[in-house]
């Protein structure tokens, strides 16, 4: 339990205004201090009006020319924890010394500084916004000196979860996975309770096999974790992003098949649809190759049938006029017969293609998986 004393509002004094605003948490106070704030008595009576709150007197304070008074406002007990309160963002190895308040007073806490007193002993000072009832909050005062934490980051290999094809398109589900540990030293006599402060990032999960998290914020996690003195403990986490994946089923090729099998994202069956759609791809590719040879190969015989009508023309009245026009007339008949060949072979090789691209597109239409990995 943690005394409050002296927390602040506005106080009407002989018609002057003053506020005083002093919060002092004690965690194992003497008795003399016990005894001393069981005789404070509370001058004022708190209310709340929404956001907003007021103290006020049960009675007039008044106070003479060159005097002060100090006015004990308000005088609750409430819930606190001490704790070693650790971010990486803050740059340091050593923890903040740390109260972990639970405001379970009717009353709004105002917004102030506070001092923390350990035993008779004064530990140290910080400054808090205004607490609400019912909420919790931490407050940090000081260094700890007997803590030393430090915080390491590795990538874990992609997992593939799912695995999805219809319409010809294959969508697969992965996870990309981290692990950070955080490798915690007490130093110190006495055990302490640290408190890690996680980010918490939109589309990350923390893995629920995993340590959980004492409480989540908008934007981290706090963990607990009990050190023994003169004890060095690791604390481990893992959190996973849900990735998604597209493929188009006529682009998979076989390397493509070899990198999903080294990762480990395909199940049998999805591997034997697909090692079945790119052998009757490669088929397809095979007839068209054939097409496009003899494609090429009639373009050569046409370019070389007008270099031979050129030279025809140019021997026209030359003296070897009659002797090479037989011989390119022959080349020419020669070729003519080639293009009705190359025509033929062409075109059943296109029909054969178009039958295999059909098999192909049937295939891949009808292909409908849907498997856990």
Not at 141 to 150: N, P
Not at 225 to 253: C, D, H, W, Y
Not at 343 to 361: I, M, Y
Request: proline share 4%.
């Amino acid at each position: 339990m943690c005394a409050l004393c002296g927390t602040g509002g506005t106080l009407p004094l002989n018609g002057r205004t003053f506020t005083k605003q002093v919060l002092t948490p004690s965690l194992a106070a003497s008795d003399e201090i016990s005894q001393a704030r069981q005789q404070l008595v509370s001058a004022a009576e708190g209310a709340n009006f929404g956001d907003l709150f007021q103290y006020k007197l049960k009675d007039r304070v008044t106070i003479h020319k060159n005097e002060s008074a100090l006015v004990p406002i308000l005088q609750v007990h409430v819930g606190a924890e001490r704790v070693s309160l650790w971010n990486a963002s803050e740059g340091s190895p050593r923890p903040l010394r740390a109260i972990w308040i639970t405001n379970s007073s009717p009353l709004t806490l105002d917004a102030g500084s506070f001092s923390v007193l350990e035993g008779e002993t004064f530990a140290g000072e910080g400054l808090t916004d205004s607490i609400k009832p019912g909420e919790k909050r931490l407050v940090s005062y000081a260094m700890d000196l007997g803590v030393r934490v430090g915080k390491k980051t590795e990538s874990v290999p992609q997992r593939a979860t799912h695995a999805r094809i219809i319409h010809g398109e294959m969508v697969q589900k992965s996870e990309l996975r981290q692990k950070t540990v955080y490798t915690i030293r007490n130093d110190d006599t006495t055990l302490r309770d640290v408190l890690i402060e996680h980010p918490l990032r939109t589309g990350w999960a923390i893995s629920e096999s995993g340590p959980q998290p004492e409480e989540t914020t908008s934007n981290l996690y706090r963990f607990r974790v009990k050190v023994n003195p003169k004890i060095t403990q690791t604390f481990g986490l893992s959190e996973s992003q849900p990735t998604e994946a597209r493929f188009a089923l006529t682009g998979v090729m076989s390397d493509q098949i070899a990198v999903f099998l080294q990762q480990k994202s395909l199940t049998p069956a999805i591997e034997a649809a697909l090692r079945k759609i790119v052998s009757q791809k490669e088929q397809v590719d095979s007839l068209d190759e054939e097409v496009s040879r003899r494609d090429e190969e009639t373009q050569k015989i046409f370019d070389d049938q007008q270099r031979l009508r050129e030279n025809l023309k140019a021997l026209k009245g030359s003296p070897e006029e009659r002797a090479l026009t037989q011989r390119y007339t022959q080349q020419l008949a020669d070729q003519e017969t080639r293009l009705e060949t190359l025509k033929r072979e062409s075109a059943d090789f296109q029909a054969n293609s178009d039958r295999a691209q059909k098999e192909l597109d049937e295939l891949i239409e009808n292909l409908d998986l849907d498997a856990t990995i």
